[in-house]
């Protein structure tokens, strides 16, 4: 009878800890904007990340953290000079604090969250057909987005809003990425 007691708490306290921490993949498409006054004109570009992520559930806050790569792409031109384009790539690191407004009971829930993201580029590839261009290779970014969660599935859009200046020679670039995620929790 108390290996049946204890089985049974053990269980208990298993789906308990489920529901508190959640962990899993997740894989995103970025699109980033050159957010800068200093060039003529400037386009956006579509790129990939992937990532690992836990959440620690506290009944309607959550808070979580993700860690994994990503990349991105954008371009600025000078009239007259020509246009540069940037292919970056690199470790992202992101902390959420989220609020669940909307549940839908055993479903899941539709969430806001608000927080900060820090990239490290390693892989810099800045073209153009004048000279190199030096480029900042940590960039800190404040987000704002919501997201859902259906079943086990985490759907999320975020606006990165970067406050790094990316130009170290005096011109000012700072990125606003758009990203899109889908995420799988494993517990």
Do not use: H
């Not at 810099?124 to 900042?136: H, M, R």
């Not at 005096?170 to 606003?176: E, F, L, N, V, W």
Request: hydrophobic content about 40%; some cysteine; aromatic content about 14%.
């Amino acid at each position: 009878m108390k290996k049946f007691f204890l089985a049974t708490l053990l269980c208990i306290c298993a789906n308990g800890f489920a529901q508190l921490i959640q962990v899993g993949p997740q894989f995103s498409t970025n699109i980033t904007s050159a957010i800068t006054d200093d060039f003529a004109s400037k386009s956006s570009g579509t790129e990939y990340g992937f990532a690992g992520f836990v959440r620690v559930n506290l009944a309607l806050f959550y808070g979580q953290g993700e860690f994994g790569y990503a990349k991105s792409k954008f371009s600025v031109s000078q009239t007259g000079i020509g246009e540069t384009e940037y292919e970056l790539g690199g470790t992202d690191a992101t902390l959420i604090a989220g609020l669940k407004v909307v549940p839908l009971g055993k479903l899941g829930n539709v969430r806001i969250f608000v927080g900060y993201n820090w990239k490290n580029y390693s892989d810099i590839n800045a073209s153009n057909n004048l000279n190199f261009i030096a480029f900042e290779r940590n960039n800190s970014s404040f987000l704002g987005g919501a997201g859902v969660d259906l079943w086990r599935f985490t759907i999320d859009y975020r606006y990165l809003a970067g406050v790094t200046d990316l130009d170290p020679s005096g011109r000012s670039i700072k990125t606003g990425i758009s990203n899109f995620s889908v995420g799988f929790k494993f517990l």
